[in-house]
């Protein structure tokens, strides 16, 4: 999604906007812009790209000329959502008589109410955004007489919606502030210069003095100094972020992209994740969860939300809370949720599951189940998210950060730290025999070296993935906990190969979706040797028997299952809730290698963004 940088007090001001521009390139976008006071002339500089794929660099080539003298700047890379993604619609934002520059990444919900305003008042409107009626109601508020801080204070109480904001003044030139609303945005000091971003990743390689900021927090950066008032304007001292990760844990080492990184990162992920989630009597270990024991007991349901690959993640932890803790859990895909009103109370868990901490539809989720005054807690993949600040208590999975859009070990780490937290709500509610609890934790921590044998046979999953590069319709059938397998392998096959992949319980297939069955269709099954492995047989056999091509997912050295089907992805055995961490290994590298064999850009896919702080 958009990506927001700032600085001032550097004397080499337009490079490393660009170097940070780019480093937030990961995310998606589809232009980009700086805009920078020119002292001598007075006046602020803008230059903007649409130019598809090049725009940062566009901005750096000799067709863009930039003033000598600068001391601060603002930049931007835009995803588009209001208006199409054209030069003139890229940030950054000035008001009528350019004296002000802003770029927001967020949602501003009643832009047009306030536009219309604006233009009744004589304001002139440039682009399709909903942003740019921030530099006008900034404009406005200078006008009135308001200090620089206080007409940000007064645009943003006008604002509705979710924003991360910067803004630039020619009268101020050293000057930025910034301010957020339930989008992500950081500050940074070194001893010359402040900087902003709404990522880490953007300021990791210049400093780790590094800062949060609250929601209708502002801040104010001068050279080497921020000043933060909260909501009342009280000024506030500044919270600093924790910082775990190094840059060279962000780079590809060595590998062809950093999709296949990520995927033979897989053990590590797990390892981390599970260290110390038990102790040395094999007993759940969640100090770190800021609710007790106690308070966990008294839950009577649980709730997981989430998106996308954690959506996955999350409909395998319904299934092993149900069997572990036997409390009723459902997953629920938080874009939904937040709008069917639900009923929960103090009594209901609410876990929402997210990468990144970020993704707005979930963010919203966990804001409606606090409205409602269920528990809620945060597992997310980034410390300090803005999700794990607004929970009642966080989960991390320690998975590294991960660059390529298609998730894969924070998927695994989800799966991992969910099914060991089923396993301790278990615990404490008094409902897992500690015999089943011992199996199940020995099971858990056995998945990364699992994976790792799984891995170990990733050219066989290429392969077979190669010979079926030109696919056009992929079933994934799967039952119980071969389901949110069965997802995960389509979404990652569609995400990545764009090949229309469904996936379905393989029971449901006689109920309609059957009569799609013809030659030339490919079936995905995940077969291996779970309590439904029958069933899922004689629906395998329902497929065979109408032409479908059958690629099953079995264990090793099954050679019954290999005998019924066309083709084979090979995986260790498991204990079946543990089955969706080793299961979905070979289906990434599957996805990845009709990908790749169809020339498309595993960690970019098209039209897809790593985080989608949009709603
Ligand atoms: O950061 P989150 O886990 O909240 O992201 C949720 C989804 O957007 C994400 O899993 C998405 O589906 C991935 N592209 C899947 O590979």
Known sequence: MCGIVGLTGSNDTLNQLRTALAALEYRGYDSAGIA?????????????????????????SERMIWPGDVSAGIAHTRWATHGAPTHDNAHPHVDCRREVAIVHNGIIENHRELSTRLVAAGHVMSSETDSEVIAHLIEEALASGLSTRHSVR????????????????????ELLIAARRTSPLIVGLTEHTAYLASDIAALLPITRELYALEDDEIVELRPGTILITDAGDQVITPRPLEVTWDVTAAQKDGYADFMSKEIFEQPRALRETLLGRFDGSLRPDFEELSIDATALALVNRVIYLACGSSYHAALSAALATEQFARIPASAEVASEFRYREAVLDQLTLVVVVSQSGETVDTLHALREAKRHGARVIALTNVVDSVMTREADGALYTHAGPEIGVASTKCHLAQIALLEAFALHLGWVRGEVEEELLREGAIHLLAT????????????????????????????????????PIALEGALKLKELAYVR??????GEMKHGPISLIEPGVVVVVVATRTSLWEKVMANVEEMRARGATVVAVIEEGDHETAALVDATLEVPGTMEFCSPIVDVVPLQLFAYAVASARGNDVDRPRNLAKVVTVE
């Open 36 to 60: 920078v006071v020119d002292r001598a002339k007075g006046r602020i500089i803008r230059h903007r790209s649409a130019l598809r794929g090049a725009a940062i660099a566009d901005l750096g």
């Open 154 to 173: 007064a645009a943003i109480a006008q604002l509705r919606g979710d924003f991360a904001l910067s803004v630039l003044f020619l009268h101020d030139p």
């Open 448 to 483: 990364p070296d699992l994976v790792e044998r799984a891995l170990g046979s990733a050219e066989r999953f290429l392969d077979v993935g190669r010979r079926f590069h030109e696919v056009d319709d992929v079933y994934f059938l799967g039952r119980r906990v071969g389901y």
């Open 501 to 506: 992949a469904e996936a379905y319980p393989a």
